[in-house]
């Protein structure tokens, strides 16, 4: 049967193609982020570095965790979905640059996260002095 589903005559075959060759994970994560079990986020550059809002509502701030390791950060949580049963999610981003994780600020206010993540400071020139030996 399996012949036939290759065949030139096959009007599905296109479809068959189009359903092996695209990456089945698109559809599941929309599919996640439509049905609300990850956080919607929006992530811009400021002048500073970069600015992260991810919309948490519902979810206690003691439940958040935030990590950062390396350029990667993860912010995982646990919501209470509408029939009472707890969902745990956990986003990860890479980062496009060197931050400096000493100064990562998050703060929670109206079931919006917001999370400042500044770059780290460019090594300055300088010149070396060389001895003589």
Avoid at 62 to 79: C, Q
Avoid at 86 to 95: D, G, V
Avoid at 104 to 125: D, Q, W, Y
């Amino acid at each position: 049967m399996r012949a036939y589903l290759n065949t030139m005559n096959n009007p599905w075959r296109v479809f068959d193609e189009l359903l092996t060759d695209f990456p089945i994970e698109f559809f599941n994560t929309a599919w996640r982020a439509r049905t609300g079990r990850f956080p919607r986020v929006n992530v811009w550059e400021g002048e500073k570095g970069l600015v992260l809002e991810a919309e948490v509502p519902g979810v206690d701030p003691d439940k958040l965790d935030m990590s950062v390791d390396s350029n990667v950060l993860t912010l995982k949580g646990e919501r209470t979905q509408s029939d009472g049963s707890p969902a745990e999610f956990q986003r990860s981003f890479n980062l496009p640059f060197e931050l400096d994780s000493a100064n990562i600020t998050a703060a929670a206010k109206n079931g919006v996260l917001t999370v400042s993540i500044p770059r780290k400071a460019a090594a300055e020139k300088r010149k070396i002095a060389i001895e003589k030996l």
